[in-house]
C-alpha cells in the first residue's frame, strides 16, 4: 500500500487555488476511482493517463486505485490534473523519485501517446507559484506564457517520459523562455484627425485622468476614430498591470496573445451582445468584454442600440472595478478596471443639429431615442462632447498640421505621473474623501462651482466627477491649485448631461 503527493493548481476565475493531487494504490479489484468535484473532463482523465503510462512504457499495478483532489469542496475542470494524477500514479508505485514534488507544481493534459498538450490559464498559475516560491512544469507550448511570471524555476516539457526522466536525475528540462517585455504600440495617430480641437483636446483630458467619455454627433464627423486613437496616448502599463491584464486574456476563450501582452487592450462588442457578452459567464465562468479591457478602453459604438439591460450591467463595475459572476455551485471574480468610451448619433435618424436642416425627426422621437441612455449610467461619464462636422475640411487636410499621438502622448504621462505621486491612483478612482483633500476649492470657485450645479440640476457625484475632471486638466497645466478656467473647461465637458435635464424640464 502506497500514497503519493503532488503539488497542482485549479482555475478559478483569474485565481488559481492549490490543488493537492494524492494518489492511493491499495488492495482491491482493479479499478480507479476518483473524489473531490471533479468535473466531466476531469473524470475522463483516467482513461487518458491509463493509456499515456502503458504507451510511455510504465506498468499499471492490477489494484484499487484512488484518487483525491483536495480540497474536496472545490469544483475541478479541465485536462490539468493529468500530469499530477500520472505522477502521483508513478510515485506511489515506485516508479519515480518523488524527491521534487514538494518544490514544484505540475499542469498540463496528457496524450494517449505520453505527450504533453497545453491547457489555458497558465499565466495565473504560473504566477500563484511563483508566489509560494514553487518551481513548475508545464507543458512545452505553454512555457512562453509561463515566463511572463519570472519564476526562477520554471521548466517546460514535451512528454511525461521526459518528466520522469527528470525526476529520477537521468535527463534534463529546459526552463521556460522569458517573455517579451516590449511595449506594442498603436499604430493609429490622431495626426490623422483633422479639426475637433475640442474633441481632441477632451481626449487628452480622458487620457490622463482615465476618465470615461461620451461623443455625440452626426454620421461620419470622426467620433470612432477620435475613440480608436484612445489607447495610443494613454500611459504605458506598468509590468503589474501587464500581469493583470494578461493574466484575464490567458483564462479567456481566445486565450493570451504573447506579441502584444504589454499592449493596452481596445475591446468594441457590437450593440448587440448580450449582457453575459459583456460581463462574462457560463457554466464555467468565462470574462466577458469589460474584463478583456481591464487597464485598457471599452468603446460602445451607437450606445442608445444597445439593449437597456445590457448598459444597465456596467454600472457596477464602472465604480468597482471588478465583476463577480455567481452560478449555483460556485462563483468567480473578474477584474474589470476599464476606461469607457462611447459614441452615439443626437437624434434616430443621426442629423440633429445639422446645418443642412435634413433632419425631421420631432422632439419626442429624440428625448426618446436618448433616453434609452439611463441618467445612472450618463451620471458615470464624465466628458460629454459633441463632435460637429467641421467646415472646410479639404483646406485643413492641406494646411492644418495636427499634433501626433506622441507628442500628446508624452504630457499625458507627465499628468499621469503628477497623479500617482499625489495618491497613487489615477483622478478619476479618487474617492470622496480625496476629492475633498486634493481638489479643494477658494471661495469664490466653490461658489461658482454651486451656482453652475444649481443651475443645470447636476448630482453631487456629476459635481464630483467635475472636480476630478478640473484636477486632470490643472495636472496637464501642472498647476497645484484648481483655477476657475480649470472648473469652466470641465463644465463645459457636460453639455449632453445638462441638455438632457433642460428637455425633460421643457416638457
Known sequence: MSLARVNSRAGVGVRAPEVIVEVHVGGGLPRISMVGLPETAVREAKDRVKAALLNAGFKIPPSHITISLTPADLPKSGGRFDLPIALGILAATAQVDDTRFGNFEFIGELSLGGGLNPVPGVLPVALAAKHCSRGLVVPVPNGAEAALARGNN???????LSVVSWLNGHGRLDKVNKGSNVESIHNRDLRDVYGQLQARRALEVAAAGMHNILFSGPPGTGKTMLASRLPGILPPMTEREALDTAAVASVSQRGLDLNHWRTRSFRAPHHTASSAALVGGGARPRPGEISLAHHGVLFLDELPEFNRNVLEV????????KITISRAGSYAEFPARFQLVAAMNPCPCGYAGDKSGRCMCTADQVQCYRGKISGPLLDRIDLHIDVLQPTGMLNRQKNETPESSSVVRKRVIAARKRQLLRKGRPNAQLDSSDVRRFCALND??????????????????????????????????????????????ALSYRGFDCCMIKTKASR
Open 154 to 160: 520554471h521548466y517546460g516539457a514535451g512528454s511525461l
Open 314 to 321: 456596467l454600472r457596477e463595475p464602472m465604480e468597482s472595478g
Open 444 to 489: 469664490s470657485d466653490r461658489d461658482f462651482l454651486e451656482g453652475a450645479v444649481e443651475l443645470t440640476g447636476l448630482s453631487t457625484r456629476a459635481c464630483h466627477r467635475i472636480l476630478k475632471v478640473s484636477r486632470t486638466i490643472a495636472d496637464l497645466d501642472d498647476t497645484h491649485q484648481i483655477t476657475r478656467t480649470h472648473l469652466a473647461e
